[in-house]
């Protein structure tokens, strides 16, 4: 049975979507339902908490999942994140996974300063800050990682993000006008178990590694290890999701930005 174990034990992992009401677009609620059903197939119960501004925050956090928003979206939620960010940042520090797309990587920097002259603090988890321009960075993109390979997904955003020295990017893409900011060839920022990127698509349902390193760390977080209990049927499943996550990548791969 999915999400139980081969004794009928519950092991619950807890998933917070941050902000889905307003830093949810381009697909990035996809996110959260490749993380619920892979956990579901490794044998945990998913327990996914949506947090909006206002909400009470869950008693128990294994994992974070944020997505992207327009400018005023982040504007909205400005004041409820920073009620938020000694939280957040004791969460990072104790290796919880997190993984923020766009609009919630720049809010996780130093600083956005939009296209229009105002600045948004960030609450600094990254060493990365974020300027508004005029041209929109969009198109299919691949990017390359020494930990999890070629990463595939679909940039679209006009911020651009710069990393401080020794900031480790997710990974690096192979042209100019791509990536983090279109000069420096990064893409995505890396610091204890929470990744930034611009990649939408959505990210995880194209990148099982990435998803699967994010369900060991909450499952190490939780239980000290990261321990799969399935069935002949969760592994069948899972092998024919991964089967189409890779047809998927060859086809995003292969199209012109």
Known sequence: MAGTGPLGQSRPIDVVSLYP????????????????RRLALYGYEP?????????????HVDMILGGGGQDNGQKRIADDFFKRADTLRRLAQDDVPMLM??????LFGEYFETIDGTRLDGI???GVYTEGR?????????????QFGDVIGYENHSGQTFLRDGVEPLGRVDHDGQGNNGEDHTEGARV??????????????KNPKISDFLIAAAAT?????FRPWQEEAQQAELA??????????RVAASRPR
């Open 101 to 106: 797309i766009c609009g919630m990587y720049q």
């Open 240 to 249: 024919r999701i991964d089967e189409t996550a890779a047809n998927a990548r």
């Open 134 to 146: 005029e041209k929109r960075m969009i198109g299919n993109l691949v990017e390359h990682s020494e």
């Open 21 to 36: 009401k307003d830093m949810n677009i381009y697909g990035d609620w996809g996110n959260v339902l490749t993380i619920q």
């Open 192 to 205: 204890h178990n929470v990744i930034g990127t611009y990649m939408h698509g959505s990210l995880l349902p």
């Open 47 to 59: 327990r996914i908490h949506t947090y909006n501004s206002g909400d009470p925050w869950p008693d």
């Open 124 to 126: 600094g988890i990254f």
């Open 221 to 225: 977080h939780r239980y000290g290890e």
